[in-house]
């Protein structure tokens, strides 16, 4: 189930981490946690701002369209 070679191929993986836009929001939650010995309810500020940041990025990554991958095996075909 590998590739064939010869084809064109772009990893996804290397271009997905670019942007992390909540990694601020996460780091102080978690910084948050650790200096109340994981005890939620203090840190239900740095909790709610995660959450938001989260439900923002939601339906940003989406691509109706399909991945670039699946772009690239079809310009392939039609080049053959």
């Known amino acids: 189930m ?16 670019l942007s992390k836009p909540c990694m601020k929001e996460m780091i102080s939650f978690l910084n948050c946690l650790s200096l109340s010995q994981q005890n ?4 239900v500020r740095y909790k709610e701002l995660l959450n938001t940041c989260m439900d923002a990025q939601s ?3 989406r691509k109706p369209w399909g991945s670039i991958n699946y772009h690239l095996q ?3 075909r039609g080049r053959k």
């Open 2 to 17: 590998g590739r064939k070679a010869g084809t064109l191929y772009i990893n996804p993986k290397k271009f997905g981490s």
């Open 40 to 43: 939620d309810e203090k840190c």
């Open 59 to 61: 339906g940003k990554n």
């Open 74 to 76: 079809r310009l392939n």
